[in-house]
C-alpha cells in the first residue's frame, strides 16, 4: 500500500527539474512554464492512482482514549487540510492541499479541528446577543438542562479549568485525539476521488477550475477522546454533545456547500 501523504506531497512533482522550481519561484505568474513531457505524465498516473487507492487499516493503530464513536463521510464527502500549499502550475494537478498523518500517510482529521469544531456552538463574548442565545438554545436541546452554567462547561472541557476557576491537572483534562479511517463502504474500499472549485474572479471571463482531492461519501472515521467526568457532565454526556455537534456541523473545509456532513449510519454506501 503507498503511503498517501507521501506520495502527495513527495512524489508528485518528483520529475521537476531545478530550473522548473526556480521559474516558479522567481516568477508571479507561471501558467507560461514549459515542463517536461514525463513531469506531466508522472502527475497524471499519480492521480489515477489515487482514484484506484484502496483502503488498508494501518497494522500499528492503536486504540487511543476511554471514548470513541464512528461517523460516516455523506455526499458529496470530506476536504481536509485545504489551506496547505500544492500547485505549481500544471495543468490537471491537484491545486488544493490536504491533510495526511505523518507517520501512515493516511488522512486524518487533527484532533485540534475537532475542538474547534466542537468548541464553536458555545456562546462567545463576540457573538451578538441572539446568536449567543441560539446557541444556548441549541446546547440546552442537546443536554436537556435549559439551567446549566455553560460557560464553565466550556472552560473546563476546552481549557482545562475547574468550576472553582482552576486549573486542572493534565490526567484530569479532556483530550482529543485524530480521528482515522476505519473501514469504506465503496466499491475496491476505496477512499479518494477529486472535485473542482470554480472561483469566478471577474464576471465576463470564464472561470478555472481548480482540482482538488477529497474523501468519498462512504467512508466511516472513528472519533476518539479521552474524557472526565467532571463537576458539570458526565463523560457518557460529554460523548452524546460531541457526537451530536459533529453531526449537525459538520468538519473540514467547504461546509457551507455540503462538504463535512457526517451520519452515524456507518454501513452508508458513497
Known amino acids: 500500500m503507498m503511503n498517501a501523504g507521501y506520495v502527495f506531497?513527495?512524489?508528485?512533482?518528483?520529475?521537476?527539474?531545478?530550473?522548473d522550481w526556480e521559474e516558479i519561484?522567481?516568477?508571479?505568474?507561471?501558467?507560461?512554464?514549459?515542463?517536461?513531457?514525463?513531469?506531466?505524465?508522472?502527475?497524471?498516473?499519480i492521480n489515477q492512482a489515487f482514484q484506484k487507492y484502496t483502503f488498508t487499516p494501518c497494522p500499528t493503530t492503536i486504540e487511543l482514549g476511554n471514548t470513541c464513536?464512528?461517523?460516516?463521510?455523506?455526499?458529496p464527502g470530506l476536504l481536509i487540510g485545504s489551506g496547505y500549499s500544492h500547485e505549481a502550475g500544471v495543468e490537471n494537478e491537484y491545486k488544493i492541499g490536504f491533510f495526511f498523518d505523518h507517520t501512515s500517510g493516511l488522512p486524518v482529521i487533527p484532533g485540534s479541528s475537532i475542538k474547534g469544531v466542537l468548541r464553536s456552538v458555545f456562546p462567545r463574548p463576540y457573538d451578538s446577543p441572539e446568536r449567543q442565545e441560539r446557541k444556548k438554545a441549541y446546547l440546552s436541546g442537546i443536554l436537556h438542562d435549559g439551567g446549566m452554567d455553560l460557560h464553565s462547561l466550556e472552560a473546563e472541557i476546552f481549557e482545562g479549568i475547574s468550576r472553582e476557576d482552576k486549573r486542572l491537572p493534565l490526567p484530569?483534562?479532556?483530550i482529543f485525539f485524530d480521528a482515522g479511517i476505519v473501514k469504506s463502504n465503496n466499491s475496491g474500499k476505496r477512499i479518494f476521488d477529486h472535485d473542482f472549485i470554480t472561483p469566478h474572479k471577474e464576471p465576463l471571463k470564464n472561470p478555472i477550475p481548480l482540482k482538488f482531492l477529497k474523501i468519498l461519501p462512504g467512508v466511516v472515521f472513528e472519533f476518539r477522546f479521552d474524557l472526565k467526568d467532571s463537576s458539570?457532565?458526565?463523560?457518557?454526556?460529554?460523548?452524546?454533545l460531541f457526537k451530536t455537534v459533529l453531526k449537525d456541523i459538520g468538519v473540514g473545509a467547504k461546509t457551507n456547500v455540503g462538504y463535512g456532513q457526517l451520519t452515524d449510519d456507518t454501513s452508508t454506501k458513497g
Not at 506531497?9 to 531545478?18: A, G, P, Q
Not at 519561484?25 to 497524471?44: A, C, F, G, P, Y
Not at 458539570?232 to 452524546?240: A, E, V
Open 9 to 19: 506531497y513527495k512524489h508528485y512533482y518528483k520529475d521537476f527539474r531545478k530550473t
Open 232 to 240: 458539570c457532565i458526565s463523560k457518557d454526556r460529554k460523548k452524546q
Open 69 to 75: 464513536f464512528s461517523l460516516t463521510t455523506c455526499n
Open 172 to 174: 484530569k483534562r479532556d
Open 25 to 45: 519561484v522567481s516568477r508571479e505568474k507561471h501558467k507560461d512554464i514549459e515542463l517536461q513531457t514525463e513531469t506531466i505524465n508522472s502527475i497524471e498516473k
